[in-house]
């Protein structure tokens, strides 16, 4: 069974500084991962996805996320924050059909 | 080429009623999922359709839920007797019919009220 663990529900930055959101995940095969954001009482967009090519993943609006086998993680990564990236951000894992997203993780972006 | 599209965007209804949710994937998409969110909590999934076909339902709830995507029109969850407890946020996505992906595109999703 595939499953993902965001390790904060809340992240909480100054505009202007660096964004790190954790994620690990479980599967027993090379899952495909994915970052989608949802904006207040909108649907989710995708960010970027990693499918077993590059571990560095470049996504929109600036994030990237790498992927690294070894500790089992796929951290989203933002050089500086901007305020309309507050947001909520899933991670999400997918093998066969069977997709599983983490509980999520509210990102607030002070001035 | 419009996104995927899910009607009413907004839906209250009250204990022991009906509820019918709507989606429309995305042009020449064929596969259709459904996801539940509620509070505070990440997405579940409840089903997974192509047209004409329940592919996978291991998320939905046994009793009161039902799914479909006909031929023609677009998907419909169907949720009768609601309850409070039902309450969430309704997300469909969609994928294309040809080759196998496995990027959804998401709607803008429904929000369900029971009073």
């Known amino acids: 069974a595939q499953s993902v663990t965001q390790l904060d529900s809340h992240v909480s930055v100054s505009e202007g500084t660096p964004v790190l959101l954790r994620c690990n995940y479980s599967?027993?095969?090379?899952?495909?991962l994915f970052w989608y954001v949802q904006h207040p009482n909108k649907g989710l967009q995708l960010l970027l996805k990693?499918?077993?090519?590059?571990?560095l993943v470049k996504g929109i609006n600036g994030f990237e996320a790498e992927f690294k086998k070894s500790e089992t993680s796929f951290h989203l990564t933002k050089p500086s924050a901007h305020m309309s990236d507050a947001a909520e951000y899933f991670c999400?894992?997918?093998?066969?059909?069977?997709?599983?997203f983490g509980a999520g993780t509210r990102l607030t972006v002070k001035p | 080429n419009a996104g995927v599209m899910q009607n009413p965007r907004h839906l209250v209804r009250r204990r022991g009623q009906e509820a019918r949710l709507r989606c429309s994937p995305m042009?020449?998409?064929?596969?259709v999922y459904w996801y539940r969110q509620l509070p505070e909590e990440g997405l579940k999934f409840m089903v997974y359709?192509?047209?004409?076909?329940?592919?996978?339902e291991s998320g939905m709830p046994k009793e009161r839920f039902s799914a479909e995507f006909p031929k023609e029109g677009p998907s419909i969850l169907r949720i009768q007797q609601v309850v409070r407890g039902d309450s969430a946020a309704y997300f469909c996505?969609?994928?294309?019919?040809?080759?196998?992906?496995?990027?959804?595109?998401f709607g803008p999703g429904t929000r369900l009220t029971v009073l």
């Open positions: 359709l192509q047209k004409e076909n329940i592919i996978d």
């Open positions: 599967s027993s095969y090379s899952p495909s």
């Open positions: 990693y499918t077993s090519a590059a571990t």
């Open positions: 042009k020449g998409h064929s596969h």
């Open positions: 999400v894992t997918y093998n066969n059909n069977d997709m599983r």
């Open positions: 996505a969609s994928s294309p019919q040809t080759g196998k992906t496995d990027t959804q595109y």
